[in-house]
């Protein structure tokens, strides 16, 4: 299997600060990993794609970047709303993985 | 709008089978390019693939599951079900349907239930 693990797992920020999360793989693979957002009690949401392919519909604030073995999510100007948990996950190899999340609080 | 929304007992007993149903609407579950899925989630986060179906029935899981884990699917009603045998309170969790969107364009899951609560205990 595929180990996500991403960092920092806790992160402290304010509105307007750029942030940047880190999701590190056991073994190199192409690009088929996406990133999540997760508000309490709701379902993830699809943010990124495809290690840097925006989904539709989402601020472009959000971008994301890598391949093989580091990838990244960056938030360029931190909103109220972005304050939640973001997963990476792997799509390359059976069985797809995730990583363990990154919790963004507000400062 | 695709919506998923999953249905079954939010309770099961040690030994006994997890069983629940996603229900779809606003799409086709016929159409390729889409498997469907179950993730579960524990307790403070930690989110994990069960497995997913084709629509013409193959189906991919998890080897930490599979012994345990069936996944079928009935176009007709657009629904597709899981079905865990043998649960533990290990299997507490939140489950979560969702649609992986799997063609050349790319590879992640777009829509998902709101997610059950599945307690296991007697």
């Known amino acids: ?107 | 709008q695709v919506q998923l929304q999953e249905s079954g007992p939010g309770l099961v007993k040690p030994s006994q089978t997890l069983s629940l149903t996603c229900t779809v609407s606003g799409g086709s579950i016929s159409s390729g390019g889409y498997y469907w899925s179950w993730i579960r989630q524990y307790p403070e986060k930690g989110l994990e693939w069960i497995g997913h179906i084709y629509y013409n029935g193959n189906s991919y899981y998890n080897p930490s599951l599979k012994s345990r884990v069936t996944i079928s699917i009935e176009t007709s009603k657009i629904q597709f079900s899981l079905q865990l045998s043998s649960v533990t309170a290990a299997d507490t969790a939140v489950y979560h349907c969702a649609r992986y969107h799997y063609d050349s364009s790319g590879y992640y899951f777009d829509h998902w239930g709101q997610g059950t609560l599945v307690t296991v205990s007697s």
């Open chain 1, 1 to 107: 299997d595929i180990q996500l693990t991403q960092s920092p797992s806790f992160l402290s920020a304010s509105v307007g600060d750029r942030v940047t999360i880190t999701c590190r793989a056991s073994q190199g693979f192409g690009s088929y990993l996406a990133w999540y957002q997760q508000k309490p009690g709701k379902a993830p949401n699809l943010l990124i794609y495809a290690a840097s392919t925006l989904q539709s519909g989402v601020p472009s604030r959000f971008s994301g970047s890598g391949s093989g073995t580091e990838f990244t999510l960056t938030i360029s100007s931190l909103q109220p709303e972005d304050f939640a948990t973001y997963y990476c996950q792997q799509l390359n190899n059976y069985p797809i993985t995730f990583g363990q999340g990154t919790r963004l609080e507000i400062k």
